[in-house]
C-alpha cells in the first residue's frame, strides 16, 4: 500500500511522463499548459487508492488516473470560459492567454485525449468503468447547466443547490473511486459504500471551495477570490443568508445579487458584511463537518481493514481542512 504523498508523487510522474504535443501546435500547446501544472490531482489519486485498498495493481489503473485527471482539466478550460475567470492556479486561464475559440476546442480534445486514455489498457471490468465514465461524464455536464441557470433564479433552494454540487463536482471523486475499485474487482455493496463516500467529501469539498472563494486568499487560493458574489452565484453561503436574513438584509442581498457593477469590490465587500452579521461563514463550516462525518460513516462501512483505508482518511481530512 503506497501513502497519500506517495501516490500524488506516482500521478505527478505519470503525467511527467506523458507527452502532450502534437500539430497544430494551437491545439495542444494550451493543453500541455494546463496539464503540466499540476494541480492537486485528487480525482487520479482517489481512483489509484481505491484500486490498492481492494488488492488490485496500480499499474492497471495507471490510464484511467490519467483520464480522469485529463477529463476533470478539461471541464475547467470551458468552466473558465462559462465564468469570465482570469485565473486558474495562479496563472491566466486559457481563454484569457489564447483566446475563446482556443479554450473551446482544446478543451474538446482534452475530452477526447481523456476517453483515449481509458481505452488504452483491456480488463474485464472495461464496459463497466467505461459506462460509470459515460454517467460521471454527462452528469458533470447537467450540473454545469444548473449551475448557469440558477444564476437568473431568485428562487433557488440549498437542496436543489447540494443536487447541483453533486452533479457538477461530487460525482467526479465518486466516479473516480468507483472506477479504481472495479479494476480491481471489489463487491459490489463495497463499491456502492465507496462510491457514497466520494459523494459525501466531494460535497464537503465544493462547500470548503464556496467558503475559500469568499474569504480565502488569492495568492494561496491560486484564484480569484470574491468571484461568485460578482458573478451572482447562487452558493450554500448566499442560500443560507437568504434563509437567515432579515427582510432589510433579504431585500439588500437580492438587490446586490441582480447587479454587475464594473467595479465589484464594493459588491463583494457589502455581501460579505451581510454574511458576518448572520454567522455564515461558521453555518457552512458546521455543514461541511457534518458531511464529513457522513461520507466516514460510507467508508466505516466497507469490509477492508482500516489500515487499507488510511490513505483515503487521510485525503479526506485533507480535504476538510484545506486551504487552498
Given at each position: 500500500?503506497?501513502?497519500?504523498?506517495?501516490?500524488?508523487?506516482?500521478?505527478?510522474?505519470?503525467?511527467?511522463?506523458?507527452?502532450?504535443?502534437?500539430?497544430?501546435?494551437?491545439?495542444?500547446?494550451?493543453?500541455?499548459?494546463?496539464?503540466?501544472?499540476?494541480?492537486?490531482?485528487?480525482?487520479?489519486?482517489?481512483?489509484?487508492?481505491?484500486?490498492?485498498?481492494?488488492?488490485?495493481?496500480?499499474?492497471?489503473?495507471?490510464?484511467?488516473?490519467?483520464?480522469?485527471?485529463?477529463?476533470?482539466?478539461?471541464?475547467?478550460?470551458?468552466?473558465?470560459?462559462?465564468?469570465?475567470?482570469?485565473?486558474?492556479?495562479?496563472?491566466?486561464?486559457?481563454?484569457?492567454?489564447?483566446?475563446?475559440?482556443?479554450?473551446?476546442?482544446?478543451?474538446?480534445?482534452?475530452?477526447?485525449?481523456?476517453?483515449?486514455?481509458?481505452?488504452?489498457?483491456?480488463?474485464?471490468?472495461?464496459?463497466?468503468?467505461?459506462?460509470?465514465?459515460?454517467?460521471?461524464?454527462?452528469?458533470?455536464?447537467?450540473?454545469?447547466?444548473?449551475?448557469?441557470?440558477?444564476?437568473?433564479?431568485?428562487?433557488?433552494?440549498?437542496?436543489?443547490?447540494?443536487?447541483?454540487?453533486?452533479l457538477k463536482t461530487a460525482v467526479l471523486l465518486g466516479g473516480a473511486l468507483k472506477i479504481g475499485a472495479l479494476y480491481a474487482n471489489a463487491p459490489d455493496d463495497d463499491i456502492k459504500h465507496l462510491y457514497d463516500f466520494g459523494i459525501g467529501i466531494g460535497?464537503?469539498?465544493?462547500?470548503?471551495?464556496?467558503?475559500?472563494?469568499?474569504?480565502?486568499?488569492?495568492?494561496?487560493?491560486?484564484?480569484?477570490?470574491?468571484?461568485?458574489?460578482?458573478?451572482?452565484?447562487?452558493?450554500?453561503?448566499?442560500?443560507?443568508?437568504?434563509?437567515?436574513?432579515?427582510?432589510?438584509?433579504?431585500?439588500?442581498?437580492?438587490?446586490?445579487?441582480?447587479?454587475?457593477?464594473?467595479?465589484?469590490?464594493?459588491?463583494?465587500?457589502?455581501?460579505?458584511?451581510?454574511?458576518?452579521?448572520?454567522?455564515?461563514?461558521?453555518?457552512?463550516?458546521?455543514?461541511?463537518?457534518?458531511?464529513?462525518?457522513?461520507?466516514?460513516?460510507?467508508?466505516?462501512?466497507?469490509?477492508?481493514?482500516?489500515?487499507?483505508?488510511?490513505?483515503?482518511?487521510?485525503?479526506?481530512?485533507?480535504?476538510?481542512?484545506?486551504?487552498?
Open positions: 500500500m503506497h501513502t497519500l504523498s506517495q501516490l500524488t508523487e506516482i500521478v505527478k510522474n505519470f503525467f511527467a511522463e506523458e507527452q502532450f504535443t502534437g500539430s497544430p501546435s494551437l491545439l495542444y500547446e494550451p493543453i500541455a499548459y494546463t496539464l503540466a501544472d499540476g494541480g492537486k490531482r485528487i480525482r487520479p489519486v482517489l481512483l489509484l487508492a481505491a484500486t490498492e485498498m481492494f488488492g488490485g495493481n496500480i499499474d492497471t489503473a495507471r490510464y484511467a488516473a490519467i483520464g480522469i485527471e485529463t477529463f476533470h482539466n478539461f471541464t475547467l478550460l470551458h468552466d473558465d470560459l462559462m465564468d469570465r475567470s482570469p485565473v486558474r492556479r495562479g496563472k491566466p486561464t486559457v481563454y484569457r492567454k489564447w483566446n475563446e475559440n482556443i479554450a473551446i476546442l482544446s478543451g474538446d480534445a482534452m475530452n477526447i485525449l481523456a476517453w483515449r486514455y481509458f481505452l488504452r489498457i483491456k480488463h474485464p471490468n472495461l464496459h463497466s468503468i467505461l459506462s460509470t465514465f459515460e454517467q460521471t461524464s454527462m452528469e458533470i455536464c447537467e450540473g454545469q447547466q444548473y449551475d448557469m441557470d440558477f444564476e437568473s433564479r431568485n428562487d433557488v433552494t440549498i437542496d436543489e443547490y447540494m443536487e447541483m454540487i453533486r460535497l464537503a469539498f465544493q462547500l470548503r471551495d464556496d467558503l475559500l472563494d469568499a474569504y480565502g486568499d488569492t495568492a494561496t487560493f491560486g484564484k480569484q477570490t470574491g468571484t461568485d458574489i460578482r458573478d451572482n452565484k447562487k452558493t450554500y453561503l448566499f442560500l443560507r443568508a437568504i434563509e437567515k436574513a432579515s427582510p432589510e438584509q433579504r431585500k439588500q442581498l437580492l438587490h446586490l445579487f441582480s447587479t454587475t457593477p464594473e467595479n465589484a469590490d464594493n459588491k463583494i465587500n457589502e455581501v460579505l458584511n451581510i454574511y458576518a452579521a448572520l454567522d455564515i461563514r461558521h453555518e457552512v463550516e458546521k455543514q461541511i463537518e457534518q458531511l464529513h462525518k457522513k461520507a466516514m460513516e460510507s467508508l466505516n462501512n466497507i469490509k477492508r481493514p482500516d489500515s487499507d483505508k488510511q490513505t483515503l482518511i487521510e485525503m479526506a481530512q485533507k480535504l476538510l481542512n484545506r486551504n487552498i
